[in-house]
């Protein structure tokens, strides 16, 4: 539920990503770009950029022309300083400072802490619950496919590519689906097994077409945000009526609430979108370092509800 959250949380507070920017769109930019791809990026050149590169950086696909854009951004950045104007943002990004192949260094690495606090958590979980508890399986599963779509926001935060940007999105859309199976199962599912078993199949042929329309007709960014969000949305008030039921029969019914609040309000560091600071640190990446300590709480709940799932004669009897 963690990474559907900051989703469903951000997407009305941000607009699509734009194809081009105010830098990129610059005819110095530009100019540059072209300059420096047939000054530096033919003949022997190129082969004394290839000998040169770090191996690190041709793994992660760095090319000469991409490096060549990298620079430009940057003179590009200088002269807008220079006249006194605010920093631009370049192909629907922020400047940033590059360390070693990581694009977005302060992205990558609250991405990558997110993953770990998912994957510490999950350990604590399997060894705290039973396999034996109605919601292990699920619950097991859900953090795996989370754990999936933190590593790829890394790899994208890492190297913005046509693949790792897809591989982001449609990770996170995986989420946000499965997380509508895991409130299903958990609010319905235990008692009409039937009924979460049709949400299943519905929520797999809607993936199925998301991905598809997405990849095959037309990367439409507007379109996944909306669908996103709409599913995230119905998945968040689905929680709110659960724990608003639950409150006075289930003692640990805040921390399920407690997440959704922490989340949606953390959301709202995306409204504070600033160049870097240093040419490291934006809103992006404050956003997401702040909800590292969430899983915290938020494992924590499903911890002990699977335990009173477990010790309760009848799971149903108390489910919403």
Known sequence: MTRLMFLAAAVFLLSAPASASQGDKEPVYRDCVKQCVRTNCTGA?????????????????????????????????????????????????????????????ASALASLLNGLACLLMLLRYRSAVPHQSPMYHTITAFSLISLNAWFWSTVFHTRDTYLTEKMDYFCASAVI????????????????????????????LAFTS????????????????????????????????????????????????????LLHGLALLELLDFPPLFWVLDAHAVWHLSTVPVHFLFYSFLIDDSLHLLNTEKPGVKLD
């Open 45 to 105: 050149r190129l082969r004394g950029f290839q000998s040169a590169q770090p191996p690190y950086m041709a793994l992660t696909g760095w090319t000469c022309r991409d490096d060549c854009r990298y620079q430009c951004m940057w003179t590009t950045v200088g002269l807008y300083q220079a006249e006194g104007y605010s920093v631009p943002q370049f192909h629907g990004k922020w400047p940033f400072t590059r360390f070693l192949c990581f694009e977005e260094p």
């Open 210 to 261: 998301h991905v598809s329309y997405l990849t095959f007709v037309s990367f439409d960014y507007g379109y996944n945000m909306a669908a996103n969000a709409t599913i995230g949305m119905i998945n968040l008030f689905w929680w709110l009526c659960w724990c608003w039921l639950n409150r006075k029969i289930l003692p640990y019914w805040w921390k399920c609430g407690m997440v959704v609040l």
């Open 177 to 204: 689906l499965y997380s509508i199976y895991l409130c299903c199962v958990r609010t319905l599912g235990l008692r009409r097994p039937a009924i979460s078993s049709m949400v299943g199949v519905l929520l797999i």
